[in-house]
Nanobody, 118 residues
């Protein structure tokens, strides 16, 4: 059974940082490309970042390049079956539930809520 458990969300003030973690089970993690997605209130879920199985290739959607401006960094630890999303200089528009998933898979975790507010 494929499972993703996201953690690390919370309430943070604008300009603050958070590091999200997602631990996977039920997949051959080290060969799977992984991605972080987010869904803001009233909006569709969107891709935020993705990383190849060996961690050497990362990319961020062109549509978010302007808003992310290098503030988010995706990484992974294959020994821990975990993918991370480091988020710096957080803005209120980053408020969303953040999910991770393997590229091409169908299972979703419960997500972790990030709220950026003063």
């Amino acid at each position: 059974q494929v499972q993703f458990v996201e953690s690390g969300g919370g309430l943070v003030q604008p300009g603050g940082s958070l590091r999200l973690s997602c631990t996977a089970s039920g997949i051959d993690f080290s060969i799977r490309s992984m991605a972080w997605y987010r869904q803001a209130p009233g909006k569709e879920r969107e891709l935020v970042a993705r990383i190849s199985g060996n961690g050497k290739i990362v990319n961020y959607p062109d549509s978010l390049q302007g808003s992310l401006q290098g503030r988010f960094t995706i990484s992974r630890d294959n020994a821990r079956n975990t993918v991370y999303l480091q988020m710096n200089n957080l803005k209120p528009e980053d408020t969303a539930v953040y999910f991770c998933k393997d590229i091409g898979g169908t299972a979703w975790g419960q997500g972790t809520l990030v709220t950026v507010s003063s």
